[in-house]
C-alpha cells in the first residue's frame, strides 16, 4: 500500500523557462528507459515475486522511489514551459528566429497538456507496458533491471552536455548518483543470485532437456572469424567455447498444400 | 550484406498437428523476447557500432543466426497448423469438445495468414520496435542482450514442459543450447568491458556531474529494512553501501498559473 | 514524493485458483479504464496543476490509493494462478475437457510471467499511455475522471457475475465501494467548478472567438426528428435548443495540384 | 446507412500556407480527442445501443457530423502544405531562417502524404481505438462523450492563439461552436438519465455488492487534509462524506512458490 | 459532408447467438484489412486528392459505403452477442463443456463493451491508423486499395467456411460481392492510370536520378536460379530482366567514433 | 537459413553531416513502407508458402536482399549524425539559428541512440508488425508487394529533392532503381496469377457463396455520377458495370435489450 508528502525527493526548479527542452526531458519520464519504466517494472517484478522477501523489498522500495522521480521530471517539464512564448505565435512572427526555436517544442505540451508533462516520450510516443518485464525468475529479471538503469542514466548523461542551465544539472546529478546506486544494487544482488544458480537462466534446467553440443559454439562468418578468435577459452558457465562456420543442420523444408477452405493459392506447383 | 540458403538452421517438425500450441509457439516468434526482438537488437546494435570491429562482428554474426531462428519458428508454427480442423465448424459442431479445444487457437492464423505464422506474440499483439535497444553504449546493450537471451531460453523452458511432442521439443532442445551460447558471450563480452570501463554504465562520465552523495544509499521503508540489510558491505564499484529510511530534500513545489491562453482552470485557488 | 508499506489496503484472497477468470481480471489492471490508467491518470493531473491546492491534493491522494488497487489486482492474478494445470498439457491431454478449459487463459501468464499478473488488458494488449488525460483544464478533467470511475465500476460489476469465488467477491465489492467514492468526489468538484466556470469547457472563452449562432443547434436526419424531439428548451448554458437538418455552409473544395517535387498522380484532370 | 454530398459543412480555406501550424492541426484529426475519436465513439456507441432509440438516433446523428468534421480539417490541412517550400532544401540552404522554420513542419506530410492530412495526432502518432470507448452503459458513455467534447474544445481553443490566420480562425469559430452544442447536448443527457437512474454508475448494482461502509470516505495524507476538508457534507448520492487517513485493512500478502514448471528463482528463501 | 438513414445496406441478422464466432468477425471490423482500414483508407485518399475528380468521387462514394459496412458487422457482432451465457459462470461451472466453449470468446465484449461490437480485431488489438495509405499518388495507392479489397475478400472467404449460421452467411454473400466490385473498380482504375504513367511508380522520375544498371536484375541464391529462371524476357516496364547472384557493391563500411559527450564504449579497438 | 559478410550492397556515404536530414531517412528504415517492412514481409509470406517453390525462392531472396537494405540506410544514418553539433547546446546558444536548425533533429539519435539510427520512422514512432501482410494467398499478397515497393520508391523520389547532397542522392539512385526492379518482378507474377485465378481474389470461391447481383454495381451519390459515368463497360472479370444510387436493402435493425447482469443503460424506451 502507498504513501505520499507534497515535497519532492530532490530540487526540480531550473533557472529559466525552455520549452525546447522540455521536449527531450520527456524521454526520462515516458521512454522505453524512462521513470515510469522503472517504475512499473519494479513494482510489477515485486508484485509477483513468490517467497524470496529480501528481494520482494528491494523491488518494491525501489519500485515506490521511482515514482517519485517520474514527480520530479513532471515538476521539471512543467517549470520548463512556465513563461515561454508558446501560444503568442503572431509575436513571434515578428522574430522568425524565435519562432523557428518554437517549432523544435512538442505541440502537444501547449495543445493538449496546457503546459503540464506528458506521459510520452521525447518524439511524443505514448508509454507502453510493452517496454517492461516480470518473469517470475529474479536473475532473468535483474538484468533486466541493471540494464534499465545503465540505459537511463547514460541517457541522463547525454541530457546533461544538452543544456547550461544549473537547475536542471543539479537534479540530473541527483538521478546519475541514484542510477548509480540502482545498478549496483541490482549488480549485487545479480552476483549472489548467479552463485547459488549459475550463470545461465534458468539454472533450474534439466541437463537431457538441451542439445548441449550446440550449447558453446559461436557460428561465424568467414571474415570475422579473426576479429572473433577472442571467443576463446572458458565460457562463464566453464565449458569451452568453440568458433565453427554456420551451417544448416536440416533440409530445406516443404510445407503441405493448405485445405481448399484456406482459398491460398492454387498454381501448378501446388498441385506436385 | 546478407544471403541465404534453402535449408533450416535445425529441424522445425512437429510430430502432429496442434494448431493451440501453435498459438503458444508465436510468443518465441513476436514476443517481447521473441526471436523478432533479438535478430533486429543485434544488427541495429551492429549497424551502429563505432570502431570495435570484435564486438560488431560478434552482434552481427549472431544477428544474423537469430534470423534463421525466427525462420524455424515459423515453419514449426505453419506445420502445427497443418491437418488441423480450423475450418470445419460444422463438424466440430457435432463434437463441443473439438469446437472448444479449437477455441483456445488464434484466429489470425486461419482467417488472416492461410494457416502461417503470424509476426506477432502468443495473444496475437504485434511485434514492434519499442522492444529493442541500440544505445552506442555496447556494456549496456551487452547488458540488455544478456537480459533478452536470459527472458528468451526462460520462455523456452516453460514452454517445454507444456507440449510432448517429440519434434516439437528437439527444436526447443536446440534453441535451448543456442540461449547457452548467447549467454554465455554476452556475460563474457560484458566482464571484458567492465574491467575497462568499471561497473557502473558509463563509464565515462566526470565525477563532479554527480551528487556523489545519494550514490550508495538504500532508501527503505521502515518494516522493509531487517529484510535489507544484506545490502552492505562494498558495493561492486568499491564503495560501502548506506541504508537510510527514504526523506524529502525538496520542498513542495508551486508552479505558477498558466497564462490566459492555455485555458486552464481558473479558480479562487489560482488568484492566491 | 511516495512511501509504502507491505500490507494491502483490502484483501486478495480467492477461495480457489482459477486462471481462466485470471485473464478476465487483468482488464482491471491493465486495461483502457483499469487501475493502471487511474492511478496515472490522477497523479499527471496532480502533477500539472498550477496552484489549486484543494484539487491537487485530491488528484495526488486519490492516485497514490490507485496505486494500491494495482497492487491488490496484481496479487489477486498471481493467487487466481496459483496451483493450477497450466504446464501439466500432457495430464490435461488425458482429460480433453481440462485441457480445453485451460486453453482459455491468457498463455503469457504462464510463458511470460511464471503466474505473476501482466501489465496488459484481458486480451493481452499492453497499457498505454494514450489512455490518459491531463490537460491542466481541472474542469475538462474532472470529467475524465468521473468517466473513468464509472466505466472502472461498469466492468467491476460485469465482472462479479462471472464468478463464484468468494474470496474475489469480497475484493470486488471493496473496489465498487471506492469506485463510488471517487465517483462521489469528482462529481463534488465538478458541480463546484460549474457554478464558477459555467457548464461549457473551456470557461474563459472569449465570446468573439465562437460563431454562437451554430452553438444550439442540433443537425438531424429526418427519420430521427421525431425520437430527438426531446432535445429542445433550455440547454444546460441557458440558451434554447434548435433542431435543424444538415446541410452544407461551405461550397465543394477544390485543392490545388501538387508540386512536381510531390510526384503525386499527373492525370488529365489534374492539368485541367 | 451513410450517404454524402461534395459540400463541406462549413468553410476550411486558410488565408496562406502555413506547413508548420498544419502540423499543430493534427492534434485536432488524429489526436486522442481529435475528430475521428469523437466519430468513431458515437457511431460504435451508437450501433450497441439496445432500445433507447431517442439516445441511439442522437448518438447516430451526431458521429455522423463528425466524419465531415475530419473532412474540413483535413481539407484545411491540405491547403496548409499547398504553395510551401518543403521540397526546396536547396533553396533554403541558402536561406538558414526559413530551413529552420521548416524544420517544424511533420516530415510525413512530404514523405508519405504526398501534401495531405495524415490520420495521426501533431506529433505523427497513428490514431487507434485504444482511445474510445462504448460501453453499452449509457450514463457512463455521455459522461465520456462530455469529456471528449470538453477536451475538443479546450484544444481547439488554444490553437487559436496560435494563429492569426482568418481562414484557420473562421473554422475554429464553428468547432467551437459545436462543441458547445455537443456539451450541450451530453449534459442534457445526464441529467436524464441521473435523474432515472442516480448519480452513481451502474446504477443497477444490487447494495448487497458493495461494501457500503468505504463508499464514501476520503483516504487523505496528513498534511493534505486541511487542503481536503472541503470534501464534506453530503455527497452527490445523498450520503455523507468522511475523510480518513489512510490505513491498510489487510495483511502483508505471502505468495506461494511457484512450481517447478515455471523456472523462477529458487533461492533460500523460496525454500522456508 | 455526411448524413444517414436508420436502415442498414443489407441484413445482418444471425439465426443464433454465437459469442465465440462474434470474436472471429472482429477481424472485419477492427482488423488490419477491416472495414474500419477501407472506410479510412478511402476517405483519407480522397481528402487529399487534387484535381482528378473523377478519381476523388469514386474513393469518396466507395469509402462513404464501406461506413455502413462497418455499421452492419457491428450490428452482426451485437447480436451474435445476444442471449449467450456469458455471465452465468457458476451455471456453467455445472457444464463445463459449455464453460470451455465459453473461454473461446472474446472477455472484452462482456466486461468492457456490454455485448456489443468492439473497434478491435480477432485478438482484441485495437485499430490503428498506421494500417492504411494515403499518399497522394493515385496509382500507388489504388494499388493499395486493390490488395485491401483483396486481402478482405480472402478474409470473408476464410470466415464463410467457419460457420454454418445462415444469416451470417447471407450478410458474408453480400460482403463478398461487394468486394468483387471493389477490386473491379480499382482495377479499372488501375488499367487507366498504367496507361498514362506506366507501370512504375512514380511515373514521373526523372530518368538520371536512377542507376538504371540495376533496375532489371533479380539478385538470387545459387540453388534458387533455377526455380526462378521463370523471370525473364520482358519486364513489365518494357526492359529485359537480368539474373545474377547478389553480391556487394561498396566495401565494408567504417564509423566514426561517437563524441565523448555520447558516452559510447570507450575500448581499445575505439582508440584504434 | 542466412549469412552476412561485412561489405554493404551499395555505397552509403553522405558528404557531410545532417542530423535534420537523418530524421527524415528515418522514413524508409521504420515506416509504414520502411526497408523493414518489405524485409519482414516477404520473408514472412516465404516462410508460409506451400508448394509453389517458385515464387516462395523470389519472395526469400528479394526479403534477403531487403535486410541490406536496411543496413545501408541503417548506416547513412549513422553518417549523417557524425560530426553534428548536437550536444553542444552552449555553443549553439550563441548562435541561435544553429539551435533552431537543430531543434529539427530527432532528439533520440542523440539521447537514445548515440547517433545511431533508429528502428523508428521519421516521426519517431516504432515500426511495428501491424503494417505487414502473409495471407496465404499469393496473388492478394504480391498485390500487397507492388504497393509496398510503389509506396517505398514514391517516398525515395520524395526526399531525393529533399537534400543536395551527392553521397546522399547516390544510395538513393540505387534505391529507386531496385524499387524499380522489384515492381516490375511482382507485377510479373501477379500477371501470370491472374492468368490462372483470374482477377478476382480468391479465384478459389464456389459462386453460389457471393451474392452476384450486388458484384459489379458502383453505388454513387447523384452529384458525382456525371464523374464516374467512366465507370461503364465490362469489368475486368468480363462482367458489365453497373451504376445505381446507394439504397438499403434492410431494414433498421432493433437490437435487444441486454440481461441485467451487463449493467446497461435501463431507461424507459429499454422497457417497451
Redesign the interface.
Known amino acids: 500500500?502507498?504513501?505520499?508528502?507534497?515535497?519532492?525527493?530532490?530540487?526540480?526548479?531550473p533557472d529559466a523557462p525552455d520549452p525546447?527542452f522540455a521536449?527531450?526531458v520527456q524521454?526520462l519520464i515516458?521512454?522505453?528507459?524512462g521513470e515510469?519504466s522503472v517504475a512499473?517494472q519494479y513494482?510489477?517484478q515485486g508484485?509477483?515475486?513468490?517467497?524470496?522477501?529480501?528481494?520482494k523489498?528491494?523491488l518494491?522500495?525501489t519500485g515506490?522511489?521511482e515514482?517519485?522521480h517520474?514527480?520530479m521530471l513532471?515538476?521539471m517539464v512543467?517549470?520548463l514551459l512556465?513563461?515561454a512564448p508558446?501560444?503568442?505565435?503572431?509575436k513571434a512572427?515578428s522574430d522568425?528566429?524565435v519562432?523557428?526555436?518554437?517549432?523544435?517544442?512538442?505541440?502537444?505540451h501547449?495543445?493538449?497538456?496546457?503546459?503540464?508533462?506528458?506521459?510520452?516520450?521525447?518524439?511524443?510516443?505514448?508509454?507502453?507496458?510493452?517496454?517492461?518485464?516480470?518473469?517470475?525468475?529474479?536473475?532473468?529479471d535483474f538484468?533486466?533491471n541493471?540494464?534499465a538503469?545503465?540505459?537511463g542514466?547514460?541517457?541522463v548523461?547525454?541530457?546533461?552536455?544538452?543544456?547550461?542551465d544549473k537547475g536542471v544539472?543539479?537534479l540530473?546529478?541527483?538521478l546519475?548518483?541514484?542510477d548509480?546506486?540502482h545498478?549496483?544494487?541490482w549488480?549485487?544482488a545479480i552476483?549472489?543470485?548467479e552463485a547459488?544458480?549459475g550463470?545461465?537462466?534458468?539454472?533450474?534446467?534439466p541437463p537431457e532437456?538441451?542439445?548441449?553440443?550446440?550449447?558453446?559454439?559461436?557460428?561465424?562468418?568467414s571474415?570475422?572469424s579473426k576479429?572473433?578468435k577472442?571467443?576463446n577459452g572458458p565460457?562463464?558457465?566453464g565449458?569451452e567455447?568453440k568458433i565453427s562456420k554456420?551451417e544448416?543442420?536440416?533440409?530445406?523444408?516443404?510445407?503441405?498444400?493448405?485445405?481448399?477452405?484456406?482459398?491460398?493459392?492454387?498454381?501448378?506447383?501446388?498441385?506436385?
Not at 553440443?213 to 562468418?221: D, I
Not at 543442420?249 to 506436385?272: I, M, T
Open positions: 500500500m502507498f504513501f505520499r508528502t507534497g515535497e519532492l525527493q530532490y530540487y526540480a526548479k525546447v521536449k527531450k524521454e515516458g521512454g522505453q528507459y515510469m512499473m513494482l510489477f508484485w509477483s515475486t513468490r517467497g524470496n522477501e529480501k528481494y523489498y528491494l518494491m522500495d515506490t522511489e515514482l517519485g517520474i514527480e513532471a515538476t512543467a517549470r512556465e513563461g508558446v501560444h503568442e505565435q503572431e512572427a522568425p528566429i519562432g523557428a526555436i518554437m517549432g523544435g517544442m512538442n505541440p502537444q501547449a495543445i493538449v497538456h496546457g503546459l503540464g508533462a506528458s506521459p510520452k516520450d521525447s518524439n511524443g510516443v505514448p508509454w507502453n507496458a510493452g517496454y517492461i518485464v516480470a518473469s517470475g525468475n529474479l536473475l532473468a538484468r533486466a541493471v540494464n538503469e545503465s540505459q542514466r547514460l541517457q548523461a547525454r541530457l546533461y552536455s544538452m543544456t547550461d544539472k543539479d540530473f546529478s541527483f546519475l548518483a541514484r548509480t546506486m545498478q549496483n544494487q549488480l549485487a552476483k549472489e543470485l547459488k544458480e550463470p545461465i537462466v534458468p539454472g533450474t534446467l532437456w538441451e542439445a548441449t553440443e550446440f550449447s558453446h559454439t559461436l557460428y561465424t562468418n571474415e570475422s576479429e572473433l577472442w571467443i565460457a562463464p558457465d565449458h567455447f554456420p544448416p543442420f536440416s533440409v530445406k523444408p516443404e510445407l503441405k498444400p493448405a485445405p481448399p477452405q484456406s482459398h491460398n493459392s492454387l498454381s501448378e506447383d501446388n498441385l506436385k
